[in-house]
């Protein structure tokens, strides 16, 4: 059983107990985790459409002279695409490395085909060098730094290409 898998199970798990949990006491049902559905089109398509939005969203702040959003904008029009993905196959998330291991769970076993790299964007990175362009780690720094420009126009082109890149393939994914 790969890293992955053992981690998507343990996300379903942890869903359930939460929701138990949440029945136990009266409360509303709510996770942070993976719950395993039926496949849901039409999910897929509104995630699809807030992954389009926050694309639009990396160019809006930009123009509007708040660019350091502009990060947040990318980071979660990945997410997102991640999400429309999860739908389509029947999943639904509350938990960020949960989506996480769920798309090299369905990148491993073959139902699903992109490029590394789009997992890694939204990934912690161990290593000091690669953690200045990982989508996460610019969002953070941006969203809870003091800086409100990003001076570096490259990296929000780069981070659009890799948005536009992503919504591509995940439409490719969710409509066939």
Not at 33 to 39: A, E, F, S, T, Y
Not at 110 to 117: C, P, Q, T, V, Y
Not at 159 to 165: A, H, M, R, S, T
């Amino acid at each position: 059983m790969s890293q992955a898998s053992k981690h998507v199970e343990w996300c379903l798990n942890k869903a359930m107990k939460e929701i138990e949990e949440c029945k136990k006491l009266g409360k509303r049902q709510k996770h942070r985790g993976l719950l395993k559905n039926n496949p849901d089109l039409e999910e897929a398509k509104k995630h699809l459409a807030k992954a389009e939005h926050d694309l639009d969203g990396i160019t809006k702040f930009r123009e509007i002279g708040f660019s350091d959003w502009s990060m947040s904008a990318g980071f979660y029009c990945i997410y997102h695409n991640f999400l429309a993905i999860a739908a389509k196959f029947g999943y639904e998330s509350s938990n960020q490395t949960c989506t996480i291991a769920l798309m090299r769970f369905l990148k491993e076993t073959g139902k699903i085909s992109f490029d590394e790299k789009f997992i890694e964007a939204l990934e912690y990175e161990e290593l000091e060098e690669s953690k200045e362009n990982s989508v996460i780690e610019l969002r953070e720094d941006y969203t809870y730094g003091v800086q409100i420009t990003v001076k570096d126009e490259a990296k929000i082109n780069e981070l659009k290409k890799i948005c536009k890149e992503l919504i591509d393939i995940t439409k490719e994914i969710i409509y066939k």
